[in-house]
């Protein structure tokens, strides 16, 4: 079984509002535009943490027939697991398998990540594979201050259960930026630096 799911995005966008955020992707879906971007998945997009950690997309690859878009997740400069993401055409996101230590861990059923854009208050999926199961749900929006910035991101709450185990942890996502910061259950927070 692969390891337990690690993922966070980010690129640079100015902080929007949160009525005017949530007011522009619902005009904008309503209209049937795509959200190529809504999701951050360029080569070369790195995110770096205040817990150390620098974050690292890599090319599109095909792993079993599936394209998939590797992100790394560094400390040091070096890698230590790398999630294989694919991006598909209704603008889901998808976790097909993980890399630990040159081994890869693909799973049986891909896990959903995000649903296709936009994400909205009271929103939910959840999925699973083996004996994992990890359910989301978009809690609202909050305004995260970050190395500087301002940012008003949507607060999704995730609870993955493997082997008896359950992990809860909050992510704050920026649409087109990524993860600006992410909690635990205990409290601990990781903060985007840059």
Known sequence: ??????????????ALGAVLLLGNLAGAAAQGRAYPEYYPHKSGTHWTYSNGETQVVGPAVTHRGVRVVPVSHQFGGKTFTQDLLEYRADGSVWLRGVNTGGRLGWYAAPLNIYPP?????????????????????????????????RYNALSIRTETSAGGRVSVQTAYFVPGLGVVRFETADGSRVNLLR
Do not use: H, Y
Not at 118 to 145: D, F, H, K, Y
């Open 117 to 149: 854009a936009p994400l909205t208050p009271g929103q939910r999926w959840t999925s699973a594979s083996g004996n994992m199961t990890v359910s989301s749900a978009v809690t609202g929006v909050a305004t995260i201050e970050t190395s500087g910035r």
């Open 1 to 14: 079984m692969p390891a337990e799911p690690t993922f966070m995005f980010r690129r640079r966008l100015p």
